[in-house]
Protein backbone atom coordinates (compact mmCIF):
# COMPACT_ATOMS: atom_id res chain seq x y z
CA UNK A 1 0.00 0.00 0.00
CA UNK A 2 2.88 2.29 0.56
CA UNK A 3 4.01 1.97 -2.78
CA UNK A 4 0.90 1.86 -4.32
CA UNK A 5 0.67 5.77 -2.72
CA UNK A 6 4.13 7.18 -3.59
CA UNK A 7 2.73 6.07 -7.17
CA UNK A 8 0.14 7.35 -7.17
CA UNK A 9 1.79 10.78 -6.10
CA UNK A 10 3.93 9.91 -8.85
CA UNK A 11 1.62 9.51 -11.29
CA UNK A 12 -0.30 13.49 -10.19
CA UNK A 13 3.57 14.82 -9.98
CA UNK A 14 4.17 13.73 -13.75
CA UNK A 15 0.50 14.81 -14.48
CA UNK A 16 1.39 18.43 -13.64
CA UNK A 17 4.42 18.23 -14.80
CA UNK A 18 2.65 17.73 -18.45
CA UNK A 19 0.06 20.12 -18.03
CA UNK A 20 0.55 22.27 -15.49
CA UNK A 21 -1.86 25.24 -14.93
CA UNK A 22 -1.77 28.35 -17.98
CA UNK A 23 -0.50 31.40 -16.42
CA UNK A 24 -3.36 33.65 -16.14
CA UNK A 25 -3.49 37.51 -17.22
CA UNK A 26 -5.52 38.34 -14.38
CA UNK A 27 -4.87 36.80 -11.19
CA UNK A 28 -7.52 38.64 -9.13
CA UNK A 29 -10.26 35.83 -7.95
CA UNK A 30 -8.64 32.94 -9.58
CA UNK A 31 -8.22 30.09 -7.69
CA UNK A 32 -5.17 28.47 -9.20
CA UNK A 33 -4.99 25.32 -6.18
CA UNK A 34 -6.81 22.61 -7.29
CA UNK A 35 -7.15 19.24 -5.71
CA UNK A 36 -4.52 17.80 -8.00
CA UNK A 37 -1.81 20.59 -5.84
CA UNK A 38 -3.70 19.63 -2.85
CA UNK A 39 -2.36 16.42 -2.66
CA UNK A 40 0.55 16.92 -4.28
CA UNK A 41 1.13 18.82 -1.12
CA UNK A 42 0.06 17.01 1.48
CA UNK A 43 1.36 13.87 0.31
CA UNK A 44 5.17 15.52 0.31
CA UNK A 45 4.69 17.27 3.16
CA UNK A 46 3.52 13.87 5.09
CA UNK A 47 6.62 11.95 3.59
CA UNK A 48 8.98 14.36 5.51
CA UNK A 49 7.63 12.85 8.66
CA UNK A 50 8.93 9.49 8.27
CA UNK A 51 11.75 7.92 9.18
CA UNK A 52 15.12 9.17 7.80
CA UNK A 53 15.82 5.84 6.06
CA UNK A 54 13.67 7.66 3.05
CA UNK A 55 15.24 10.07 0.83
CA UNK A 56 13.34 13.54 2.13
CA UNK A 57 14.70 15.77 -0.48
CA UNK A 58 12.91 15.39 -3.51
CA UNK A 59 9.62 15.64 -1.08
CA UNK A 60 10.60 18.55 0.38
CA UNK A 61 11.49 20.22 -3.23
CA UNK A 62 7.99 19.35 -4.15
CA UNK A 63 6.34 20.93 -0.72
CA UNK A 64 8.66 23.83 -0.99
CA UNK A 65 7.90 24.74 -4.32
CA UNK A 66 4.05 24.59 -3.70
CA UNK A 67 3.93 26.80 -0.26
CA UNK A 68 6.60 29.56 -1.33
CA UNK A 69 4.12 30.10 -4.36
CA UNK A 70 0.99 30.36 -2.60
CA UNK A 71 -1.57 31.26 -3.27
CA UNK A 72 -0.18 30.81 -6.82
CA UNK A 73 0.89 27.27 -8.72
CA UNK A 74 4.52 26.84 -10.18
CA UNK A 75 4.11 28.29 -13.41
CA UNK A 76 6.75 26.88 -16.58
CA UNK A 77 9.60 29.26 -16.73
CA UNK A 78 9.56 30.13 -12.93
CA UNK A 79 12.14 28.52 -10.60
CA UNK A 80 9.73 26.56 -8.43
CA UNK A 81 8.69 24.59 -11.45
CA UNK A 82 12.45 23.45 -12.73
CA UNK A 83 12.52 22.62 -8.92
CA UNK A 84 9.35 20.06 -9.38
CA UNK A 85 10.94 19.34 -12.34
CA UNK A 86 14.64 17.84 -10.73
CA UNK A 87 12.12 16.27 -7.78
CA UNK A 88 10.22 14.49 -10.71
CA UNK A 89 13.47 13.13 -12.27
CA UNK A 90 14.96 12.33 -8.25
CA UNK A 91 12.13 10.26 -7.71
CA UNK A 92 11.94 8.19 -10.71
CA UNK A 93 16.09 7.67 -9.80
CA UNK A 94 15.08 6.78 -6.43
CA UNK A 95 12.42 3.77 -7.11
CA UNK A 96 15.11 1.75 -7.51
CA UNK A 97 17.28 2.27 -4.72
CA UNK A 98 17.42 -0.62 -1.62
CA UNK A 99 15.24 1.32 0.33
CA UNK A 100 11.66 1.49 1.22
CA UNK A 101 9.50 2.05 -0.49
CA UNK A 102 10.69 0.41 -3.81
CA UNK A 103 9.18 -1.65 -6.29
CA UNK A 104 12.52 -4.22 -5.34
CA UNK A 105 10.28 -5.50 -2.24
CA UNK A 106 7.76 -6.50 -4.53
CA UNK A 107 9.74 -9.43 -6.44
CA UNK A 108 11.25 -11.95 -4.26
CA UNK A 109 14.14 -10.42 -1.41
CA UNK A 110 16.83 -13.09 -2.05
CA UNK A 111 16.86 -11.90 -6.08
CA UNK A 112 15.93 -8.59 -5.83
CA UNK A 113 17.92 -7.07 -3.18
CA UNK A 114 21.29 -8.45 -3.40
CA UNK A 115 21.94 -6.53 -7.62
CA UNK A 116 19.98 -3.54 -6.29
CA UNK A 117 22.34 -3.39 -3.46
CA UNK A 118 25.30 -4.44 -5.50
CA UNK A 119 24.76 -1.70 -8.01
CA UNK A 120 23.93 0.85 -5.35
CA UNK A 121 27.10 0.41 -3.46
CA UNK A 122 29.28 0.60 -6.52
CA UNK A 123 27.82 3.68 -8.23
CA UNK A 124 28.05 5.25 -4.67
CA UNK A 125 31.56 4.40 -4.03
CA UNK A 126 33.12 4.34 -7.73
CA UNK A 127 30.66 6.94 -9.67
CA UNK A 128 29.45 9.81 -7.26
CA UNK A 129 33.19 10.83 -7.11
CA UNK A 130 34.04 10.75 -10.88
CA UNK A 131 30.58 12.39 -11.31
CA UNK A 132 31.11 15.39 -9.03
CA UNK A 133 34.46 15.63 -10.05
CA UNK A 134 33.70 16.74 -13.86
CA UNK A 135 30.42 18.40 -11.88
CA UNK A 136 31.76 21.72 -12.64
CA UNK A 137 33.15 21.74 -16.54
CA UNK A 138 29.29 19.99 -16.97
CA UNK A 139 27.34 22.30 -15.79
CA UNK A 140 29.71 25.26 -17.86
CA UNK A 141 29.37 23.46 -20.85
CA UNK A 142 25.51 22.82 -20.69
CA UNK A 143 24.98 26.75 -20.61
CA UNK A 144 27.32 26.83 -23.11
CA UNK A 145 25.16 24.51 -24.88
CA UNK A 146 21.98 25.81 -23.91
CA UNK A 147 22.71 29.18 -25.13
CA UNK A 148 24.50 28.31 -28.48
CA UNK A 149 21.03 26.15 -29.12
CA UNK A 150 18.75 28.53 -28.39
CA UNK A 151 17.68 29.76 -31.56
CA UNK A 152 18.16 26.51 -33.60
CA UNK A 153 15.14 23.95 -31.55
CA UNK A 154 12.88 24.05 -34.11
CA UNK A 155 9.22 24.56 -33.11
CA UNK A 156 6.11 23.10 -34.87
CA UNK A 157 2.88 24.62 -35.11
CA UNK A 158 0.38 23.33 -32.35
CA UNK A 159 -2.68 23.45 -34.78
CA UNK A 160 -0.78 20.23 -36.17
CA UNK A 161 -0.84 17.90 -33.14
CA UNK A 162 -3.34 16.29 -31.77
CA UNK A 163 -2.51 16.66 -28.01
CA UNK A 164 -1.18 19.99 -26.19
CA UNK A 165 2.20 20.36 -26.09
CA UNK A 166 3.98 19.95 -22.63
CA UNK A 167 5.89 23.05 -21.62
CA UNK A 168 9.55 22.79 -22.87
CA UNK A 169 11.48 22.64 -19.50
CA UNK A 170 9.56 19.38 -19.41
CA UNK A 171 10.39 18.12 -22.31
CA UNK A 172 14.47 19.29 -21.74
CA UNK A 173 13.64 17.42 -17.89
CA UNK A 174 12.43 14.06 -19.86
CA UNK A 175 14.91 14.24 -22.65
CA UNK A 176 17.82 14.61 -19.75
CA UNK A 177 15.87 11.60 -17.66
CA UNK A 178 16.10 9.93 -21.07
CA UNK A 179 19.83 10.15 -21.36
CA UNK A 180 20.59 9.50 -17.47
CA UNK A 181 19.05 6.57 -17.35
CA UNK A 182 20.39 5.31 -20.60
CA UNK A 183 23.85 6.28 -18.89
CA UNK A 184 22.99 4.15 -15.78
CA UNK A 185 21.90 0.91 -17.60
CA UNK A 186 25.13 1.47 -19.80
CA UNK A 187 27.42 1.90 -16.26
CA UNK A 188 25.32 -0.68 -14.50
CA UNK A 189 25.78 -3.16 -17.17
CA UNK A 190 29.70 -2.52 -17.20
CA UNK A 191 30.03 -2.64 -13.28
CA UNK A 192 28.00 -5.75 -13.49
CA UNK A 193 30.64 -7.15 -15.73
CA UNK A 194 33.52 -6.07 -13.71
CA UNK A 195 32.56 -6.95 -10.20
CA UNK A 196 31.23 -10.37 -12.09
CA UNK A 197 34.95 -11.29 -13.54
CA UNK A 198 36.20 -10.55 -9.89
CA UNK A 199 34.22 -11.00 -7.12
CA UNK A 200 31.37 -13.42 -7.58
CA UNK A 201 32.18 -16.88 -6.56
CA UNK A 202 31.15 -19.82 -8.88
CA UNK A 203 30.35 -21.34 -5.41
CA UNK A 204 27.01 -20.17 -4.37
CA UNK A 205 26.12 -21.40 -0.72
CA UNK A 206 23.09 -18.98 -0.81
CA UNK A 207 20.80 -17.10 -3.03
CA UNK A 208 21.44 -14.03 -1.51
CA UNK A 209 25.06 -14.19 -1.63
CA UNK A 210 25.57 -14.40 -5.08
CA UNK A 211 27.40 -11.19 -5.72
CA UNK A 212 29.60 -12.21 -2.57
CA UNK A 213 29.07 -12.60 1.09
CA UNK A 214 29.49 -8.86 1.89
CA UNK A 215 27.04 -7.73 -0.67
CA UNK A 216 24.66 -10.45 0.51
CA UNK A 217 25.01 -9.59 4.12
CA UNK A 218 23.93 -5.70 3.06
CA UNK A 219 21.29 -6.42 1.35
CA UNK A 220 20.07 -8.48 4.14
CA UNK A 221 20.07 -5.92 6.56
CA UNK A 222 18.27 -3.78 4.21
CA UNK A 223 15.39 -6.82 3.88
CA UNK A 224 15.85 -6.64 8.22
CA UNK A 225 15.47 -2.65 8.03
CA UNK A 226 12.26 -3.00 5.65
CA UNK A 227 10.89 -5.88 7.82
CA UNK A 228 11.45 -4.30 11.35
CA UNK A 229 9.35 -0.54 9.41
CA UNK A 230 6.32 -2.21 8.41
CA UNK A 231 6.20 -4.99 11.54
CA UNK A 232 4.64 -2.37 13.44
CA UNK A 233 1.42 -3.33 14.77
CA UNK A 234 -0.23 0.05 13.34
CA UNK A 235 1.49 1.48 9.94
CA UNK A 236 0.48 4.95 8.95
CA UNK A 237 2.08 5.54 5.37
CA UNK A 238 1.97 8.95 3.73
CA UNK A 239 -0.33 10.79 3.62
CA UNK A 240 -2.45 9.19 6.54
CA UNK A 241 1.04 9.60 8.45
CA UNK A 242 -0.67 13.09 9.26
CA UNK A 243 -3.85 11.61 11.22
CA UNK A 244 -1.05 9.48 13.34
CA UNK A 245 0.91 12.93 14.35
CA UNK A 246 -1.56 14.99 15.09
CA UNK A 247 -4.32 12.59 17.17
CA UNK A 248 -1.75 10.27 18.81
CA UNK A 249 2.18 11.67 19.09
CA UNK A 250 1.05 14.58 19.49
CA UNK A 251 -0.93 14.32 22.60
CA UNK A 252 1.55 12.00 23.79
CA UNK A 253 3.90 14.41 23.49
CA UNK A 254 2.18 17.15 25.52
CA UNK A 255 1.17 14.36 28.44
CA UNK A 256 4.85 13.41 28.72
CA UNK A 257 6.16 17.28 29.10
CA UNK A 258 3.42 17.57 31.42
CA UNK A 259 4.52 14.62 33.62
CA UNK A 260 1.84 12.67 33.34
CA UNK A 261 1.63 9.04 32.62
CA UNK A 262 0.52 7.77 28.80
CA UNK A 263 -2.72 6.67 29.19
CA UNK A 264 -3.69 2.63 27.34
CA UNK A 265 -6.21 5.08 25.90
CA UNK A 266 -3.74 6.40 22.90
CA UNK A 267 -2.84 2.83 21.51
CA UNK A 268 -6.61 2.59 21.21
CA UNK A 269 -7.31 5.80 20.02
CA UNK A 270 -4.60 4.82 17.20
CA UNK A 271 -6.19 1.62 16.49
CA UNK A 272 -9.50 2.84 16.15
CA UNK A 273 -7.49 5.54 13.73
CA UNK A 274 -5.82 2.79 11.56
CA UNK A 275 -9.04 0.62 11.17
CA UNK A 276 -11.08 3.57 10.28
CA UNK A 277 -8.54 5.21 7.76
CA UNK A 278 -5.66 3.21 6.41
CA UNK A 279 -7.13 -0.27 7.30
CA UNK A 280 -10.12 -0.15 4.44
CA UNK A 281 -6.93 0.68 2.35
CA UNK A 282 -4.84 -1.96 3.17
CA UNK A 283 -7.81 -4.56 2.85
CA UNK A 284 -9.00 -3.73 -0.47
CA UNK A 285 -4.78 -3.53 -1.51
CA UNK A 286 -4.57 -7.29 -0.49
CA UNK A 287 -8.05 -8.69 -1.68
CA UNK A 288 -7.03 -7.22 -5.19
CA UNK A 289 -3.45 -8.18 -5.31
CA UNK A 290 -4.39 -11.23 -3.95
CA UNK A 291 -6.60 -11.98 -6.71
CA UNK A 292 -3.92 -10.97 -9.29
CA UNK A 293 -1.63 -13.13 -8.16
CA UNK A 294 -2.78 -16.28 -7.66
CA UNK A 295 -4.16 -17.25 -10.58
CA UNK A 296 -0.86 -15.97 -12.45
CA UNK A 297 1.01 -18.38 -9.92
CA UNK A 298 -1.06 -21.06 -9.94
CA UNK A 299 -0.43 -20.84 -13.93
CA UNK A 300 2.76 -20.29 -14.31
CA UNK A 301 2.74 -23.69 -11.77
CA UNK A 302 1.16 -25.73 -14.01
CA UNK A 303 2.80 -25.08 -17.05
CA UNK A 304 6.05 -25.51 -15.54
CA UNK A 305 4.37 -29.10 -14.29
CA UNK A 306 3.15 -29.79 -17.79
CA UNK A 307 6.80 -29.02 -19.00
CA UNK A 308 8.18 -31.69 -16.60
Known amino acids: MDILLQLVYLALLSDYAIHPP ?166 SAVLFVLFSGSSISSRQVSSWDRYSVAVGLRARRIFATAVATYSVPYYFPPPFNLLQILFVHIPQTLVQSFGWKVSPVAEQIERILWYSTTGPLAFAVIACWSLSIYPVSFAIRYAYGLRR
Open 22 to 187: ERPIVTSGLNLIGAREILLIIYSTASLFKPPALPIVPFACVAGAFLFTLSSAPFPGDTSYSILLGALLLHVLLLHLPRTPSPNFLLSPEIALPIATLLWHEFSRTLCPCVLFFLPATILASLFLSIALEDSIPRFPTTLMLVELAPMETRVAFSFLWIILILLMIS
